[in-house]
C-alpha cells in the first residue's frame, strides 16, 4: 500500500488561514448586508416591537437562512470551475447546478416554515403553505442573489490573481532584460578599455602597469558594488574620475578633459554604471577617432533629487551617421526606459561636435 507524506509549510498554514479568514469575512458582511435589508422591511411592517426586537429577527433570520445559502454557493462555485477548467461536459454542469437550487429552494423553505416563522417571527408574519408558488420563488430570487454575489467576489478574486501574475512576470521579463543589458555593457566597456591597454603594451609604455591597476578598480566595482541595485552619485562620480584618468594615460596631453559637478546630495542614489557609457562613448568615438586635438566636456548637477548630466566632446566630421547606434549608448537608452520613467536624453551631432545632454528624476525610480 503506497502511503502518502503531507508536508505543510508556514507559507502554506498562513495561505490557507488567510483565505479562511477571508471567507469568513466576507459571509459576516453578507449577512450583516442582508439583516439591514430584511431590518428595514421589519421595522415598517411590525411597528408595535421595538429595535432590539426587529435587530433580532432580521439578524437571526438571515444567519439561519444562510445554511442553504452557503452550501449552495460553494456548489455554485465547484460547478463554475469545472466548467472553466473545462472538466465536466457542459450538460452534467447544468443538471447538478438546477439540482442544487431544487434541493436549496427545498431546504430553504424547510427552515423558514419550521424555524423562521414559529421560532424568529414569533408567529407573527402568519400562516402559509409550505411549498407554495410565490414562497419557492421568493426563495429561489434569495437563492439566486446569493449566488450572483458570491460568483461576482470570486470572479474578481480571480482577475486580481490573474493581474498580480501578469504584473509578477512583466517584473521578472523586465529584471532579466535589465540584468541582461547590465551585463552587456561590462563586455563592451572591457573590450574598449583593453584596446587602450593593447595599445600601450604595443608601445611597450611604463604607463601599463598603471592603467592595468585602474582597470582592476573598476572591474572590481563592477562584480562587487554595481550589482547591488542603486550607489550613492558620489560613487558614480568616483567610477568616471577613475575611467577618465585610465583613458588620460593613453592621450596624454593630446585630449583636453574637463569634469565640472555641482551637487547637492552626494548621497543621493542613482543606478550604477548609467553614466559611464556616455563617456566611453564620447573617448571611444569622439577622441580616438580625431588626429588633432581633441577635447571632452563633462558637466554633472544633482539638485534636489533631479540630475542634469552633458557630454560634449570634439570629433571630425567624417560623413558618419551611425554614432548613436553603438552597443554602449543603445544599451543604456533602454536601461534608462526601464529604470528612470521620468528621463530625458537629447544627443546633438554636429560636424565637429557630439553632444549628449540626459536630464533623470532621480526621486522617481522604477524599481523593476
Not at 402559509?128 to 467576489?153: K, R
Not at 547591488?228 to 568616471?240: F, M, P, R, T, W
Not at 553603438?326 to 543604456?332: D, E
Request: contains cysteine; charged residues 20%.
Amino acid at each position: 500500500m503506497t502511503k502518502f507524506k503531507y508536508s505543510y509549510t508556514f507559507g502554506d498554514f498562513y495561505s490557507m488561514n488567510r483565505r479562511l479568514l477571508l471567507h469568513i469575512l466576507f459571509w459576516i458582511i453578507y449577512i450583516l448586508f442582508e439583516s439591514y435589508l430584511e431590518y428595514s422591511w421589519i421595522s415598517v411592517k411590525y411597528t408595535q416591537l421595538g429595535f432590539l426586537q426587529h435587530c433580532k429577527m432580521a439578524f437571526g433570520g438571515e444567519v439561519i437562512i444562510c445554511l442553504a445559502k452557503i452550501p449552495l454557493s460553494y456548489f455554485v462555485i465547484r460547478q463554475l470551475n469545472h466548467f472553466n477548467a473545462n472538466s465536466s461536459p457542459l450538460y452534467r454542469i447544468i443538471l447538478f447546478t438546477l439540482a442544487g437550487f431544487v434541493l436549496s429552494i427545498l431546504l430553504y423553505r424547510v427552515i423558514v416554515y419550521y424555524w423562521i416563522l414559529p421560532y424568529i417571527y414569533m408567529g407573527l408574519y402568519g400562516p402559509q403553505p409550505l411549498f407554495g408558488f410565490e414562497q419557492n420563488v421568493n426563495a429561489f430570487l434569495d437563492l439566486v442573489f446569493c449566488c450572483m454575489i458570491v460568483v461576482a467576489a470570486k470572479q474578481y478574486r480571480l482577475a486580481e490573481s490573474s493581474r498580480k501574475k501578469a504584473d509578477m512576470l512583466s517584473k521578472e521579463r523586465l529584471e532579466a532584460e535589465l540584468k541582461f543589458l547590465r551585463a552587456q555593457t561590462n563586455p563592451h566597456f572591457l573590450f574598449n578599455t583593453l584596446n587602450n591597454i593593447y595599445a600601450l603594451a604595443r608601445k611597450k609604455s611604463d604607463l601599463t602597469a598603471d592603467a592595468v591597476m585602474r582597470l582592476s578598480k573598476l572591474l572590481r566595482f563592477m562584480l562587487y558594488e554595481s550589482g547591488n541595485g542603486l550607489i550613492s552619485i558620489a560613487n558614480e562620480v568616483k567610477v568616471l574620475n577613475d575611467y577618465i584618468e585610465l583613458e588620460k594615460i593613453r592621450y596624454n596631453n593630446r585630449l583636453k578633459i574637463q569634469l565640472i559637478q555641482s551637487i547637492d546630495n552626494e548621497q543621493q542614489s542613482i543606478i550604477p554604471l548609467i553614466l559611464l557609457p556616455f563617456v566611453d562613448n564620447a573617448f571611444k568615438h569622439g577622441a580616438s577617432e580625431s588626429r588633432f586635438d581633441s577635447f571632452i566636456d563633462i558637466y554633472i548637477e544633482v539638485k534636489k533629487g533631479q540630475l542634469l548630466f552633458i557630454v560634449k566632446n570634439s570629433k571630425e566630421d567624417d560623413g558618419r551617421t551611425d554614432l548613436v547606434e553603438s552597443i554602449g549608448l543603445g544599451n543604456v537608452q533602454r536601461q534608462l526606459q526601464l529604470v528612470y520613467p521620468e528621463h530625458d536624453l537629447k544627443i546633438e551631432k554636429r560636424s565637429d561636435t557630439f553632444t549628449i545632454t540626459l536630464t533623470i528624476n532621480l526621486l522617481l525610480y522604477a524599481t523593476v
